[in-house]
């Protein structure tokens, strides 16, 4: 176990001695096999955002610089790439066979959008192919879309006409280039029921079935409904019985988000098949507003979400990040976004959002090209000089984040470890495939940080870590702490030297750092190691 216990702080006046708060951590020490800091990154089958990825997203192409008024530098969306160090290009609506070759030349993945409002035809502007409906037999779209200047009208998940669409559009775009998809607004109709749908005569003739099968006998028998009833039709009679509008209404959106879910299931099969689809496996993201697993959400193989700046907490973040996240699913997630372009305070804290995302293993979409809840949804271009230095850090490091994400599974639910009651958190990480255990990257998060002008005086802790039952002290020459933060461009030692555990303690000193996230590396030398249970 690892039991860090902040025994002392540090002022510019010396050294002041303080007992602090206690809190456990059980982590594992293992480690690389070589433990070198070389970055070597190996391809694989799936197109999952690696823990060391710098996920980008252009949400249309830009050939020509782009940007808001206090953007600087403005860029396109190649060269903002470049910037930003970007691995991959996420969540980006594009036909053009030219733009991902363009991507894979610069060795970037790319996942392609497709969404519930497609048109009947690329570029034809008309949606009339098996449509969502009110119900008085209107075509609908979402309320954040009225506003548009050409809205789109959504497709219906009951409508096989509208699958098609979808699926051929899926096809299209892995054919060209794209290597991954993204489906926007994955919800569809069991969306659509909070604003006004669907009551299309395909779905009026599957519901009825349904509400046989599994609406009470008392309500089927009191209201007289048989094969040939009609929701639709039953609920635009001014003398309907209201008596049971409550369970009926239930039932309709339990169907609906069935219908769904469905739909996805279907499209991923059919994708994946070589009669209708590219004949392999594809891996699909989807919209999912960094909280949605349920139904249809479900069906994808990580979501990428947007997230709203009443949830950029640590203890919220932590919960939808991690706790939250399905076995073998991951969640990655946009900024915090704010009703406007962010102050510099609130920079800040995206700079914060980025590194805790890359502390719990997941990754943050870069600042650029990001929608904003605006009255005009405006899209938000970050500075280069604000965040790149934080994907930077990820670059160089991949090493120290690609297969370190275990966590000890005697951790349980205190995983997010905070320090001495300060806004300072710890994450341990090892890795799953060392043969050794030699090295544990403890992540470091401070929510603190106000950025690199700020006066906040910061200071040092002292952190002991008990190593007994993880290494043989007997045999245990040296235990070497170091920390990295994107600020530096080498490992800084931390004292002392050597730490040699005395009944498996050791000490080290963890000096103040004004960054929002860092990685202390506890390296042990010369040491045997534990069995494994």
């Not at 059980?26 to 970055?39: D, E, H, N």
């Not at 830009?62 to 290009?89: D, M, Q, S, V």
């Not at 499209?267 to 249809?296: D, E, Q």
């Amino acid at each position: 176990s690892i039991l860090f216990e902040s025994l002392f702080l540090f002022t510019a006046g010396g050294m002041r001695t303080q007992q602090l708060p206690t809190f456990v951590l059980f982590v594992l020490l293992i480690s690389l096999a070589s433990p070198t800091f070389g970055c070597s990154l190996c391809e694989d089958s799936s197109n999952i955002p690696r823990h060391s990825d710098v996920c980008f997203t252009s949400r249309s192409y830009h050939p020509h610089p782009i940007g808001n008024p206090n953007t600087f530098p403005k860029l396109n969306t190649w060269e903002a790439a470049k910037a930003f160090y970007a691995t991959r290009i996420d969540w980006v609506y594009n036909d053009d066979k030219a733009f991902y070759h363009n991507a894979t030349k610069r060795h970037l993945r790319t996942t392609a959008a497709v969404n519930s409002n497609l048109p009947d035809k690329p570029g034809s502007g008309t949606y009339d192919v098996g449509r969502i409906r009110d119900i008085h037999g209107h075509k609908i779209t979402a309320p954040w879309m009225r506003a548009w200047k050409n809205p789109p009208y959504w497709g219906c998940a009951n409508h096989p006409e509208y699958l098609d669409i979808v699926l051929t559009a899926a096809k299209t775009l892995l054919s060209i280039g794209a290597t991954a998809i993204q489906h926007d607004d994955p919800g569809i109709n069991a969306e659509s029921v909070r604003f006004g749908g669907c009551y299309c005569s395909r779905c009026m003739s599957l519901f009825t079935p349904y509400v046989l099968s599994n609406v009470s006998h008392t309500i089927i028998h009191e209201l007289n409904i048989t094969k040939s009833w009609n929701y639709r039709e039953f609920l635009l009679n001014p003398k309907h019985n209201k008596k049971y509008d409550t369970d009926l209404r239930q039932a309709f959106v339990t169907f609906q988000g069935d219908s769904s879910t469905n739909y996805q299931r279907t499209l991923r099969k059919k994708l994946f098949s070589a009669k209708y689809g590219v004949g392999r496996p594809v891996t699909m993201s989807c919209n999912n507003g960094v909280r949605n697993w349920w139904g249809p959400y479900g069906v994808f193989d990580y979501g990428l979400g947007e997230l709203s700046e009443v949830d950029a907490t640590p203890e919220k973040l932590y919960s939808l990040l991690v706790e939250k996240v399905p076995a073998g699913k991951k969640q990655v997630t946009t900024m915090p976004k704010w009703d406007h372009e962010p102050t510099v305070g609130e920079k800040h804290v995206i700079q914060i959002v980025a590194g805790f995302a890359y502390s719990v293993g997941t990754n943050m979409l870069v600042p650029w090209d990001i929608y904003l809840p605006t009255p005009h949804a405006q899209r938000y271009y970050g500075n280069v000089s604000d965040y790149a230095p934080l994907f930077k850090f990820a670059r160089d490091n991949a090493v120290l984040l690609d297969g370190f994400d275990a966590v000890y599974q005697g951790l349980a639910n205190t995983s997010m470890i905070k320090v001495n009651q300060s806004d300072v958190y710890v994450f341990p990480r090892t890795n799953t495939n060392a043969t050794r255990q030699e090295l544990t990257v403890l992540h470091v998060s401070d929510w603190t940080y106000c950025g690199v002008n700020c006066t906040h005086k910061r200071e040092a802790r002292r952190i002991s870590v008990n190593m007994k039952g993880v290494l043989h002290q007997d045999k245990c020459n040296c235990i070497q702490f170091s920390l990295m933060h994107p600020a530096t461009t080498n490992q800084m030692p931390l004292t002392p030297d050597c730490n040699k555990p005395t009944a498996g303690w050791v000490e080290v000193v963890v000096p103040a750092f004004n960054q929002p996230w860092g990685m202390i590396l506890a390296n042990a030398t010369g040491c045997g190691t534990a069995p494994r249970s």
